[in-house]
T-cell receptor, first 113, second 116 residues
Framework: KAGVTQTPRYLIKTRGQQVTLSCSPI?????VSWYQQTPGQGLQFLFE???????NKGNFPGRFSGRQFSNSRSEMNVSTLELGDSALYLC????????????FGSGTRLTVV | DQQVKQNSPSLSVQEGRISILNCDYT??????FLWYKKYPAEGPTFLIS?????DKNEDGRFTVFLNKSAKHLSLHIVPSQPGDSAVYFC???????????????FGKGTLLTVNP
């Protein structure tokens, strides 16, 4: 079966712009979580969606937002980009939550210049 | 405040030897622990997990040990192979008071290099 698909794989944006990242979970998975990975910081939890509802939110500013659609696909949006937003953004899906762990996508590498 | 700590940024071992990756945590509400492996340009891959009610879980060459009193867990890889070279993340799950919402807290990772 198809894995978690994240698009685009790479993105270069200018400071002040906004960006939207997309994640298509494994078929049947209803929980989608987003993480930010930066060098030396590991994976930082952004938010989790389940059945179109945000269930958890990490400690990120309001510039970071997301949503989930009825087909479980999820989007993440970052407005007013800052240089420090440059990171690998990872999406993970699971049936109902991280019970047995997630299946991660390959990520979107965002570079803000 | 970092609730999951992997104090060794890197580890180098010889092929065939044992690799031991360590992880410490501070949050007593963590009830489930996982290890992920990550290759460059790929997403993390689930490796092995352990519930807080157990102290050991084994899967092939991989064994995870949990010492709840010390708030410490470790991943043992025996024997180590060059293909095991990757970044290993320790993660912990916390059940909130509602019991229905979960998130994972990750450590910063340990780069394991297995030399032929």
């Amino acid at each position: 079966k198809a894995g978690v698909t994240q698009t685009p794989r790479y993105l270069i944006k200018t400071r002040g712009q906004q960006v939207t990242l997309s994640c298509s979970p494994i078929s049947g998975h209803r929980s989608v979580s987003w993480y930010q990975q930066t060098p030396g910081q590991g994976l930082q939890f952004l938010f989790e969606y389940f059945s179109e509802t945000q269930r958890n939110k990490g400690n990120f500013p309001g510039r970071f937002s997301g949503r989930q659609f009825s087909n479980s696909r999820s989007e993440m949006n970052v407005s007013t980009l800052e240089l420090g937003d440059s990171a690998l953004y990872l999406c993970a899906s699971s049936l109902a939550g991280p019970f047995q762990g997630y299946t991660f996508g390959s990520g979107t590498r965002l570079t803000v210049v | 405040d970092q609730q999951v700590k992997q104090n060794s940024p890197s580890l180098s071992v010889q092929e065939g030897r044992i690799s031991i990756l360590n992880c410490d945590y501070t949050n007593s509400m963590f009830d489930y622990f996982l290890w992920y492996k990550k290759y460059p340009a790929e997403g993390p891959t689930f490796l092995i997990s352990i519930s807080s009610i157990k102290d050991k879980n084994e899967d092939g060459r991989f064994t995870v040990f949990l010492n709840k009193s010390a708030k410490h867990l470790s991943l043992h890889i025996v024997p180590s192979q060059p293909g095991d070279s990757a970044v290993y993340f320790c993660a912990a799950r916390e059940t909130n008071s509602g019991g229905s919402n979960y998130k994972l807290t990750f450590g910063k990772g340990t780069l394991l290099t297995v030399n032929p």
